[in-house]
């Protein structure tokens, strides 16, 4: 018998550049895949990755119902069913003989092109008529509509993007729906809660990688690397806080505060959460929808809160809609935690809630704000990361003050010096 003398890594290491090589990522991309799932479902994935998701529709229920919508559509040579029992206003849209795009319905607003994995926040959130809701990264406007409609156009609905170019998209879709709660502006996320506050539910939808759409743009395979995935983690830790800062705790009916991204890196979900939990008097809440996987409480090198398995993640294999990841929180109050002073088994000191990736970040904080749009353009539902141009953190040093009482001790102090060379001169 032939005993292999090769070891676990070296096995290991093989395997990544042969996935590397027959699937096309970078190398950095797929050592963090691999971590997420058993080889066998991760090849699931990968593959599942290569294939387009299907078309699907969300019937606007502010002018039709999708019982009427589908029977029209149908009439028009469009084969489609009911996206499963987890909606009540999903579609999918098998092949169709017209443009989707083009229709007298969706010009009339009777429907509209959506992701089936940007149905999930909007649900999770549950906003209700007559409530206040900020939608922070809004453009182009699906998660906005379906919140206006679950709304019943009642209230007032703070449609946010920090781009003024896909503001035009977002008001003329909600125009087009038929929204007449909204409000559309153009405001940095991390700084809204000084330009509005006191809201009962917040979604933020927030600028990502991408890793979960890689069927829609495969140049995530060798675009992202470690430096750029930091990064875009930081600007969404800040645009967290400041999505739970603009909500209020004391809302009867709502206190909530929905985070999703299409990505599927740990460092930009449960990362993320995970430190919003630490410096933020709020907790984790169930979806309240039925389908997706728990999420990670603790994976590899990272150790999180352990009501994070009340997250969801969704991956193209087990639920044929693109890679996605939602977390819920109810807001407790306006306290800001500090974050405590831990030790490793080596003897060092960290904050507690960042573990081992504190040394990984570096200098990431003030380099958030160089993200531009490059990464909220994966998707169409993905939002913007802001524009800023200002330098933080370089607040200048006051000099240090002398007050009179030190003045005249150091003038004593100089004239018992002189006394005491004159003496020794005498002597």
């Known amino acids: 018998a032939v005993v292999s003398t090769q070891s676990t890594g070296e096995y290991r290491s093989v395997l990544l550049k ?31 990755q290569e294939a387009k998701r299907p078309v699907t529709i969300r019937a606007n229920s502010l002018k039709t119902r999708r019982r009427d919508l589908a029977q029209t559509l149908i009439s028009r040579g469009v084969n489609l069913d009911p996206i499963g029992k987890w909606s009540k206003v999903g579609l999918v849209v098998y092949n169709t003989s017209v443009p989707l795009g083009a229709t007298p319905e969706y010009l009339a607003g009777h429907y509209m092109l959506q992701g089936a994995s940007s149905f999930v926040p909007v649900m999770a959130l549950n906003a209700k008529p007559g409530e206040r809701v900020l939608d922070m990264c809004a453009a182009p406007g699906g998660k906005s509509a379906y919140i206006a409609a679950l709304m019943k156009n009642t209230g007032m609905l703070v449609s946010n993007d920090a781009s003024k170019e896909r503001t035009k998209a977002l008001s003329a879709n909600l125009h087009r729906l038929g929204v007449h709660n909204a409000v559309v502006c153009n405001y940095d996320g991390m700084a809204f809660p000084k330009v509005m506050g006191n809201f009962d539910r917040v979604l933020l939808d927030a600028p990502c990688s991408g890793t979960g759409v890689v069927s829609k743009d495969a140049s995530v395979k060798q675009s992202k690397d470690e430096e750029e995935i930091l990064k875009i983690a930081e600007a969404q830790k800040r645009l967290l806080l400041a999505a739970i800062d603009s909500c209020d705790h004391t809302s009867k009916t709502g206190g909530v505060v929905v985070y999703s991204t299409c990505s599927v890196m740990v460092q930009e979900n449960e990362w993320v959460v995970d430190y919003a939990l630490k410096r933020r008097n709020v907790k984790l809440l169930p979806l309240g929808v039925d389908i997706g996987k728990d999420g990670f409480s603790r994976i590899n090198k990272y150790r999180f809160d352990s009501s ?120």
Do not use: W
């Open 308 to 427: 994070l398995s009340l997250t969801k993640r969704y991956y193209p294999h087990t639920h044929n809609m693109d890679g996605f990841f939602v977390a819920k929180f109810q807001k407790l109050s306006n306290i800001v935690k500090e974050p405590k002073e831990v030790f490793r088994s080596d003897g060092e000191s960290e904050e507690e809630g960042v573990g081992d990736v504190t040394e990984e970040t570096g200098d990431v904080t003030e380099e958030a704000d160089e993200i531009t749009e490059e990464a909220g353009d994966v998707t169409e539902e993905a939002g913007v990361v802001t524009e800023e141009t200002g330098v933080e953190g370089m607040e200048c040093e006051e000099p240090e003050k002398k007050y009179p009482s030190e003045k005249k001790a150091k003038k004593g102090k100089k004239k018992k010096k002189k006394v005491t060379k004159e003496k020794t001169k005498d002597s």
């Open 18 to 48: 042969d996935l590397c090589q027959y699937y096309e990522y970078n190398e950095f991309l797929m050592s963090h895949l691999v971590e997420l799932m058993p080889l066998g479902e991760l090849l699931d994935m990968l593959d599942a």
